[in-house]
T-cell receptor, first 115, second 116 residues
Framework: SQTIHQWPATLVQPVGSPLSLECTVE??????LYWYRQAAGRGLQLLFY??????ISSEVPQNLSASRPQDRQFILSSKKLLLSDSGFYLC??????????????FGNGTRLTVT | AQSVTQPDIHITVSEGASLELRCNYS??????LFWYVQSPGQGLQLLLK??????LVQGIKGFEAEFKRSQSSFNLRKPSVHWSDAAEYFC??????????????FGTGTLLAVQP
């Protein structure tokens, strides 16, 4: 069966420090991968998605970047964190071979607090 | 552009009472619609989905949702709420990209509290 791992679960970082959040998927090949951010009262905002290795689409201009160095690995990064980067970050995957209406499968999220 | 509106930010119901969470969407074609539930500090779990056919769809944990095209709605219902249903609920619409639905657009969520 397919599983998704996201780490760390919680992270406290000072302003100006770098960031690296990692997400890996097991049990499937060539998944579509997504990074969402959840801020209180604002729902889920799609940050990045990827349909293949090295293919990254950015949804909103921001201080963050994403990379997909391997088929089932998706990394969210920042060179210098801002206070506004605080939030709950969720990684998700979707099988590209399923019908277009197939759902997203989410990891357990990373709570990032920038101090 | 596709969008989802969940007009109720916070709802409180008594245990055993019925529940309806509202969701309205904006989409130019036949929508793919989803309801997810999120427990505190956790990821999102799929409750149910709609893409065609019967407009009343059944999901897990006793939930159901009805698609009403004329009202652009996809409301979530449960006849009798349990204390364990307390969580945040998100409605989402699938957005087409390149002929395939690659993205989900989420509403802002409804936080459900259950009173004993």
């Amino acid at each position: 069966s397919q599983t998704i791992h996201q780490w760390p679960a919680t992270l406290v970082q000072p302003v100006g420090s770098p960031l690296s959040l990692e997400c890996t998927v097991e049990g499937t090949s060539n998944p579509n991968l997504y990074w969402y951010r959840q801020a209180a009262g604002r729902g889920l905002q799609l940050l990045f998605y990827s349909v293949g290795i090295g293919q990254i689409s950015s949804e909103v201009p921001q201080n963050l970047s994403a990379s997909r160095p391997q088929d089932r690995q998706f990394i969210l990064s920042s060179k210098k964190l801002l206070l506004s980067d605080s939030g709950f970050y969720l990684c998700a995957w979707k099988s590209f071979v399923e019908t277009p209406n197939s759902p997203l499968h989410f990891g357990n999220g990373t709570r990032l607090t920038v101090t | 552009a596709q969008s989802v509106t969940q007009p109720d930010i916070h709802i409180t119901v008594s245990e055993g009472a019925s529940l309806e969470l509202r969701c309205n969407y904006s989409y130019g074609a036949t929508p793919y619609l989803f309801w997810y539930v999120q427990s505190p500090g956790q990821g999102l779990q799929l409750l149910l989905k709609y893409f065609s056919g019967d407009t009343l769809v059944q999901g897990i944990k006793g939930f159901e949702a009805e698609f009403k095209r004329s009202q652009s709605s996809f409301n979530l219902r449960k006849p009798s709420v349990h204390w364990s249903d307390a969580a945040e609920y998100f409605c989402a619409v699938g957005a087409n990209y390149g002929g395939a639905t690659n993205k989900l657009i989420f509403g802002t969520g409804t936080l459900l509290a259950v009173q004993p």
